[in-house]
Protein backbone atom coordinates (compact mmCIF):
# COMPACT_ATOMS: atom_id res chain seq x y z
CA UNK A 1 0.00 0.00 0.00
CA UNK A 2 0.87 3.53 0.02
CA UNK A 3 2.85 4.85 2.72
CA UNK A 4 1.53 7.77 3.97
CA UNK A 5 4.05 10.00 5.48
CA UNK A 6 3.41 12.82 8.25
CA UNK A 7 6.07 14.95 6.26
CA UNK A 8 3.49 14.34 3.66
CA UNK A 9 0.31 15.42 5.47
CA UNK A 10 1.97 18.28 6.51
CA UNK A 11 2.36 19.23 2.94
CA UNK A 12 -0.76 18.52 2.33
CA UNK A 13 -2.10 20.58 4.94
CA UNK A 14 0.11 23.26 4.05
CA UNK A 15 -0.67 23.51 0.18
CA UNK A 16 -4.66 23.55 1.49
CA UNK A 17 -3.95 26.56 3.60
CA UNK A 18 -1.92 28.15 1.10
CA UNK A 19 -4.81 27.65 -1.37
CA UNK A 20 -7.12 29.18 0.82
CA UNK A 21 -5.33 31.85 1.85
CA UNK A 22 -4.45 33.06 -1.55
CA UNK A 23 -8.36 32.01 -2.70
CA UNK A 24 -9.34 34.21 0.40
CA UNK A 25 -6.78 37.41 -0.15
CA UNK A 26 -5.33 37.00 -3.80
CA UNK A 27 -7.26 35.63 -5.78
CA UNK A 28 -10.32 37.77 -5.47
CA UNK A 29 -8.01 41.13 -5.92
CA UNK A 30 -6.15 39.35 -8.65
CA UNK A 31 -9.86 38.87 -10.16
CA UNK A 32 -10.65 41.84 -9.64
CA UNK A 33 -7.82 43.44 -11.74
CA UNK A 34 -8.45 41.10 -14.62
CA UNK A 35 -11.76 42.20 -14.68
CA UNK A 36 -11.62 45.75 -14.34
CA UNK A 37 -8.62 45.69 -17.55
CA UNK A 38 -11.31 43.63 -19.38
CA UNK A 39 -13.77 46.34 -18.86
CA UNK A 40 -11.15 49.08 -19.57
CA UNK A 41 -10.38 46.89 -22.87
CA UNK A 42 -14.22 46.98 -23.74
CA UNK A 43 -14.52 50.52 -22.83
CA UNK A 44 -11.21 51.38 -24.97
CA UNK A 45 -12.51 49.29 -28.55
CA UNK A 46 -16.05 50.65 -28.10
CA UNK A 47 -13.89 54.15 -27.63
CA UNK A 48 -12.16 53.26 -30.47
CA UNK A 49 -15.15 52.30 -32.66
CA UNK A 50 -16.95 55.35 -31.55
CA UNK A 51 -13.67 57.32 -32.94
CA UNK A 52 -13.86 55.02 -36.04
CA UNK A 53 -17.55 56.04 -37.17
CA UNK A 54 -17.36 59.56 -36.15
CA UNK A 55 -13.66 59.47 -38.53
CA UNK A 56 -15.71 58.05 -41.28
CA UNK A 57 -19.06 60.28 -40.71
CA UNK A 58 -16.39 63.26 -40.98
CA UNK A 59 -14.75 61.64 -43.75
CA UNK A 60 -18.10 61.42 -45.77
CA UNK A 61 -18.79 65.38 -44.72
CA UNK A 62 -15.64 66.67 -45.94
CA UNK A 63 -15.99 64.40 -49.28
CA UNK A 64 -19.50 66.34 -49.39
CA UNK A 65 -17.89 69.47 -48.49
CA UNK A 66 -15.45 68.96 -51.54
CA UNK A 67 -17.59 67.98 -54.39
CA UNK A 68 -19.73 70.59 -53.26
CA UNK A 69 -16.70 73.52 -53.30
CA UNK A 70 -15.80 71.44 -57.34
CA UNK A 71 -19.23 72.12 -58.28
CA UNK A 72 -19.40 75.88 -57.40
CA UNK A 73 -15.95 76.26 -58.97
CA UNK A 74 -17.34 74.32 -62.06
CA UNK A 75 -20.25 76.71 -61.96
CA UNK A 76 -17.94 79.65 -61.10
CA UNK A 77 -15.70 78.89 -64.37
CA UNK A 78 -18.62 77.77 -66.49
CA UNK A 79 -19.95 81.41 -65.64
CA UNK A 80 -16.87 83.14 -66.20
CA UNK A 81 -16.61 81.10 -69.94
CA UNK A 82 -20.06 82.41 -70.67
CA UNK A 83 -19.26 85.89 -69.88
CA UNK A 84 -16.23 85.96 -72.02
CA UNK A 85 -17.88 84.65 -74.25
CA UNK A 86 -20.94 87.01 -74.24
CA UNK A 87 -17.78 90.07 -73.97
CA UNK A 88 -16.38 88.51 -77.32
CA UNK A 89 -19.42 88.33 -79.21
CA UNK A 90 -20.61 91.44 -77.94
CA UNK A 91 -16.73 93.15 -79.04
CA UNK A 92 -16.98 90.90 -82.15
CA UNK A 93 -20.69 92.59 -83.25
CA UNK A 94 -19.22 96.38 -82.34
CA UNK A 95 -15.97 95.61 -84.19
CA UNK A 96 -17.80 94.40 -87.37
CA UNK A 97 -20.77 97.31 -87.02
CA UNK A 98 -17.95 99.92 -86.82
CA UNK A 99 -15.89 97.99 -89.88
CA UNK A 100 -19.62 98.14 -91.96
CA UNK A 101 -19.10 101.94 -90.70
CA UNK A 102 -15.84 102.84 -91.79
CA UNK A 103 -16.80 101.12 -95.10
CA UNK A 104 -20.01 102.85 -96.52
CA UNK A 105 -18.43 106.07 -95.17
CA UNK A 106 -15.31 105.01 -97.47
CA UNK A 107 -17.59 104.48 -100.19
CA UNK A 108 -20.03 107.30 -99.84
CA UNK A 109 -16.39 109.63 -99.61
CA UNK A 110 -14.96 107.51 -102.82
CA UNK A 111 -18.46 108.10 -104.69
CA UNK A 112 -18.56 112.19 -103.61
CA UNK A 113 -14.69 112.00 -105.20
CA UNK A 114 -15.32 110.16 -108.26
CA UNK A 115 -18.49 112.76 -108.42
CA UNK A 116 -16.61 115.87 -108.50
CA UNK A 117 -13.34 113.65 -109.93
CA UNK A 118 -16.03 113.48 -113.28
CA UNK A 119 -17.12 116.73 -112.44
CA UNK A 120 -14.19 118.57 -112.83
CA UNK A 121 -12.83 116.13 -115.65
CA UNK A 122 -16.12 117.29 -117.77
CA UNK A 123 -15.49 120.65 -117.59
CA UNK A 124 -11.70 120.00 -118.68
CA UNK A 125 -13.62 118.15 -121.50
CA UNK A 126 -15.73 120.90 -122.51
CA UNK A 127 -12.88 123.66 -122.19
CA UNK A 128 -10.45 121.68 -124.36
CA UNK A 129 -13.39 121.23 -126.69
CA UNK A 130 -14.34 124.49 -127.23
CA UNK A 131 -10.49 124.99 -127.51
CA UNK A 132 -10.40 122.28 -129.82
CA UNK A 133 -13.29 123.46 -131.87
CA UNK A 134 -12.36 127.08 -132.19
CA UNK A 135 -8.69 126.27 -133.39
CA UNK A 136 -10.47 124.23 -136.28
CA UNK A 137 -13.07 126.99 -136.93
CA UNK A 138 -10.55 129.13 -136.19
CA UNK A 139 -12.87 131.24 -134.11
CA UNK A 140 -12.99 131.67 -130.14
CA UNK A 141 -16.56 129.76 -129.05
CA UNK A 142 -16.94 131.57 -126.05
CA UNK A 143 -21.21 131.78 -125.94
CA UNK A 144 -23.38 129.46 -123.08
CA UNK A 145 -25.25 128.48 -125.82
CA UNK A 146 -21.87 126.81 -127.44
CA UNK A 147 -20.82 125.85 -124.22
CA UNK A 148 -24.34 123.72 -123.28
CA UNK A 149 -23.53 121.90 -126.92
CA UNK A 150 -19.67 120.87 -126.16
CA UNK A 151 -21.53 119.78 -122.64
CA UNK A 152 -24.72 117.73 -123.96
CA UNK A 153 -21.65 115.99 -126.77
CA UNK A 154 -19.03 114.84 -123.81
CA UNK A 155 -21.95 113.53 -121.63
CA UNK A 156 -22.99 111.55 -124.49
CA UNK A 157 -19.47 110.38 -124.99
CA UNK A 158 -19.17 109.58 -121.24
CA UNK A 159 -22.37 107.81 -121.41
CA UNK A 160 -20.78 105.04 -124.21
Not at 1 to 25: D, P, R
Not at 116 to 142: D, M, T, Y
Amino acid sequence: MVNFNVTLIAQVLNFLILVFILAKFAYKPLMKIMDDRKNKIAGDLAAAETAKTDAESIKAEYAAKLAAARQEAQAIIDNARKTAQTAHDKILADTKAEQDQIVKTAKEAIALEKKQALSEIRAHVINLSLVAASKIVEQKLGSEEDKKLAGDIVDAVLKQ
